[in-house]
């Protein structure tokens, strides 16, 4: 990773740079996480249906699997919602300095 901080001064381009770093590291943290939950409840899921769990710790597992894929899929849910809101918000900063945005004024019979 390149230091940005050798010449003792930090540019606003230098800035934005980190800023970008920091939300990547971020954003690929919360993948990471969803795709760990995703995965955990399959897991879990298939070794409920193995044959070498007695029935009796099935029964005590069935109480615990409704709360964990609850919170499984609550981290999914929260990672896509706010994927969905980071794109959106990208998407509306890309359009925002145009006269016109295709997809609005298109619904509303304009020319582009």
Do not use: C, H
């Amino acid at each position: 990773m390149k230091s940005y901080y050798e010449d003792g001064e930090l540019t606003e381009d230098e800035l934005k740079i980190i800023e970008q770093m920091r939300i990547d590291r971020r954003q690929n943290s919360q993948k990471k996480m969803a795709w760990v939950a995703m995965i955990s409840m399959i897991v879990f899921t298939v070794v409920m249906f193995l044959p070498f769990l007695p029935n009796d710790r099935i029964a005590i597992l069935t109480d615990i699997a409704a709360l964990f894929y609850i919170a499984q899929a609550g981290v999914t849910a929260a990672y896509m919602g706010s994927e969905a809101l980071v794109n959106r918000t990208k998407t509306d900063e890309l359009y925002r300095n145009r006269t016109t945005r295709p997809d609005r004024d298109n619904q509303r019979g304009r020319k582009t």
